[in-house]
């Protein structure tokens, strides 16, 4: 792995781990195993590495989609699928930080967009895969359902937090299945 993909996942793993506040340079270099001289040489200043994080994750989760896609893998099951999404702590703090850096980084928000396309073309597969039809009212409702729980889910961080998660997200389905 070179040194710039190296300070790119080490900045991914603080970043899943703590949020935001754990990115500062010494704590990356240390932890991608670099001089700081090489993390500056890549990202001058912090903004030029939360960039480079956006756009590395982007491409990341965009390729495991595609590669989903390609494959023909089946699908989970609606509430397997947005229970494990929202469930997932290093995604939600990696969506709100892609937010975040897209909001302050307008270079950044037309591949911004692109992803949330390519999100929700995958999440039309599952609802379909579901027996739901998939439509962009639906899909735009689970989106953002499943976000939304996923960062009250990692705000209050228990048991109790989870399970009501999943008894949101059932819900949310059963309305698109009566709806549909």
């Given at each position: 792995?070179?040194?710039?993909?190296?300070?790119?996942?080490?900045?991914?793993?603080?970043?899943?781990?703590?949020?935001?506040?754990?990115?500062?340079?010494?704590?990356?270099?240390?932890?991608?195993?670099?001089?700081?001289?090489?993390?500056?040489?890549?990202?001058?200043?912090?903004?030029?590495?939360?960039?480079?994080?956006?756009?590395?994750?982007?491409?990341?989760?965009?390729?495991?989609?595609?590669?989903?896609?390609?494959?023909?893998?089946?699908?989970?099951?609606?509430?397997?699928?947005?229970?494990?999404?929202?469930?997932?702590?290093?995604?939600?703090?990696?969506?709100?930080?892609?937010?975040?850096?897209?909001?302050?980084?307008?270079?950044?928000k037309p591949r911004m967009r692109e992803?949330?396309?390519?999100?929700?073309?995958?999440?039309?597969?599952?609802?379909?895969?579901?027996?739901?039809?998939g439509t962009p009212d639906q899909v735009?409702?689970?989106?953002?359902?499943?976000?939304?729980?996923?960062?009250?889910?990692?705000?209050?961080?228990?048991?109790?937090?989870?399970?009501?998660?999943?008894?949101?997200?059932?819900?949310?389905?059963e309305f698109l299945r009566r709806k549909?």
């Amino acid at each position: 792995m070179d040194a710039k993909t190296k300070i790119l996942e080490a900045a991914l793993a603080l970043l899943a781990k703590g949020g935001a506040q754990e990115l500062t340079q010494p704590r990356i270099a240390k932890a991608a195993g670099v001089r700081q001289s090489h993390l500056t040489y890549y990202f001058p200043t912090i903004h030029d590495l939360l960039q480079g994080v956006a756009k590395y994750t982007l491409d990341a989760m965009t390729a495991e989609l595609a590669q989903r896609r390609a494959s023909g893998q089946r699908p989970p099951s609606l509430v397997d699928a947005a229970v494990a999404t929202s469930g997932d702590k290093r995604r939600m703090r990696m969506v709100l930080g892609l937010v975040t850096t897209a909001d302050r980084e307008p270079k950044l928000k037309p591949r911004m967009r692109e992803f949330l396309k390519e999100i929700r073309e995958g999440l039309t597969q599952i609802l379909r895969a579901g027996g739901l039809e998939g439509t962009p009212d639906q899909v735009a409702f689970m989106h953002s359902v499943t976000v939304g729980q996923g960062i009250l889910q990692l705000a209050r961080d228990n048991e109790e937090a989870r399970q009501e998660s999943q008894r949101v997200l059932k819900m949310a389905i059963e309305f698109l299945r009566r709806k549909s």
